[in-house]
């Protein structure tokens, strides 16, 4: 089945420092939805793109959608240690496909 | 504020006995769906139901069946349950179509030990 790859699996950053997780497909996805799992907590709906080359920001969370529409990412600037949790992608139709997530670690 | 209930934080219980894990949701939301996470894992979908007494299954159904008798809870079922069947699991909800949110609210899990 349809599968979206999600890269890298662990990241560790220094507070104040930027991160980007990224999604990719090989097929044209219909659109992409971005969730925030924090430490022992469940996800949470963070976003969703639709349109080829889709820009949206939320404060310092950036999130793309490619042209072709096989690939989004995710851009934190100036991390906080408030970010810290897992970041999933997932192509949603009647139901959602995951991503197996980018794990984000922040030291102050 | 969408509420996704579920009716344990944690559960233990002993390989072959039957497990029942309840989800309840306040929003009348049509779909309803039982997921798994394990690590490296990520999110597996085991089941899904668009309606009442309606049901799909996901990537996962093996071992697992689901009831839907109402459309505010979702239940899922061990009939026998297993050790790898120690997981969490994340009930979820959404509303129907194309409306402007089409995010899933989730639950906060039930963390399952089969012993």
């Known amino acids: 089945g349809q599968q979206v790859m999600q890269i890298p699996q662990y990241q560790h950053v220094q507070e104040g420092e930027d991160f980007t997780t990224y999604c990719n497909s090989s097929t044209t996805l219909s659109n992409i939805q971005w969730y925030k799992q924090r430490p022992g907590g469940h996800p949470v709906f963070l976003i969703q793109l639709v349109k080829s080359g889709e820009v949206k920001k939320q404060k310092r969370l950036t999130f793309q959608f490619g042209e072709a529409k096989k690939n989004s990412s995710l851009h934190i600037t100036a991390t906080q240690t408030t970010d810290v949790g897992t970041y999933f992608c997932?192509?949603?139709?009647?139901?959602?496909?995951f991503g197996k997530g980018t794990t984000l670690s922040v030291s102050s | 504020d969408v509420k996704v209930t579920q009716s344990s934080r944690y559960l233990v219980k002993r390989t072959g006995e039957k497990v029942f894990l309840e989800c309840v949701q306040d929003m009348d939301h049509e779909n309803m769906f039982w997921y798994r996470q394990d690590p490296g894992l990520g999110l597996r979908l085991i089941y899904f139901?668009?309606?009442?007494?309606?049901?799909e299954k996901g990537d996962i159904p093996e071992g697992y069946s689901v009831s839907r008798e109402k459309k505010e809870r979702f239940s899922l079922i061990l009939e026998s349950a297993s050790t790898n069947q120690t997981s969490m699991y994340l009930c979820?909800?959404?509303?129907?179509?194309?409306?402007?949110?089409?995010?899933?609210?989730f639950g906060p899990g039930t963390r399952l030990t089969v012993l």
């Open positions: 979820a909800s959404r509303p129907p179509g194309q409306g402007l949110f089409l995010g899933q609210f």
């Open positions: 997932a192509q949603a139709g009647t139901a959602l496909i």
């Open positions: 139901s668009y309606d009442v007494k309606m049901k």
